[in-house]
T-cell receptor, first 114, second 109 residues
Framework: DSGVTQTPKHLITATGQRVTLRCSPRSGDLSVYWYQQSLDQGLQFLIQYYNGEERAKGNILERFSAQQFPDLHSELNLSSLELGDSALYFC?????????????FGQGTRLTVV | TQLLEQSPQFLSIQEGENLTVYCNSSSVFSSLQWYRQEPGEGPVLLVTVVTGGEVKKLKRLTFQFGDARKDSSLHITAAQPGDTGLYLCAGANTGKLIFGQGTTLQVKP
């Protein structure tokens, strides 16, 4: 158990809908990362938050947004969903942000868009 | 854009064989990590290397960071079926943790 909790574990929704994925980092970790993993794309970095502030941005679509709350949990919002958004979404957390970063991953949320 | 390229992408070997997985980039990273991921699970951190030329051992696994901190290798000695999984390298720089595409390893008994 990594200590990172993601909910829900599975999500099935229709195209055009909006969903929210939730992540609780390990106790004491200030950084939260979101990744998308699909079969043909590998693990793609979406966005990182550090202590409530956006720190780094990757290949995140405009339809996607995220935030980190004062209690350090994070949510990833996906809207106007398309079939191609079906993937595993992982959250990871780490103590530090910067050069020495060891990330601990949650179990992921498997999103299926039908 | 920082990219990490892993090779080979797929590897199927017999139990007891040795293997090496490579992770290469044109960019310099402050640190590089190796993860192992099983189907339906999140990646699990195996090791972090920080210093150019650094070598770390974890039982039958040997990790090396290139002198220029642009590449790394993972060597497994006497592979076992329990080593089967997806091996990912990841480079850390300016707050981002960038992953390679991964190497899928299958060790047959």
């Amino acid at each position: 158990d990594s200590g990172v909790t993601q909910t829900p574990k599975h999500l099935i929704t229709a195209t055009g809908q909006r969903v929210t994925l939730r992540c609780s980092p390990r106790s004491g970790d200030l950084s939260v990362y979101w990744y998308q993993q699909s079969l043909d794309q590998g693990l793609q970095f979406l966005i990182q938050y550090y202590n409530g502030e956006e720190r780094a941005k990757g290949n995140i679509l405009e339809r996607f947004s995220a935030q980190q709350f004062p209690d350090l949990h994070s949510e990833l919002n996906l809207s106007s969903l398309e079939l191609g958004d079906s993937a595993l979404y992982f959250c990871a957390s780490s103590v530090t942000s910067g050069t020495y970063t060891e990330a601990f991953f949650g179990q992921g949320t498997r999103l299926t868009v039908v | 854009t920082q990219l990490l390229e892993q090779s080979p992408q797929f590897l199927s070997i017999q139990e007891g064989e040795n293997l090496t997985v490579y992770c290469n980039s044109s960019s310099v990273f402050s640190s590089l990590q190796w993860y192992r991921q099983e189907p339906g699970e999140g990646p699990v951190l195996l090791v972090t290397v920080v210093t150019g030329g650094e070598v770390k051992k974890l039982k039958r696994l040997t990790f090396q960071f290139g002198d220029a901190r642009k590449d790394s290798s993972l060597h497994i000695t006497a592979a076992q079926p329990g080593d089967t999984g997806l091996y990912l390298c990841a480079g850390a720089n300016t707050g981002k943790l960038i992953f390679g595409q991964g190497t899928t390893l299958q060790v047959k008994p």
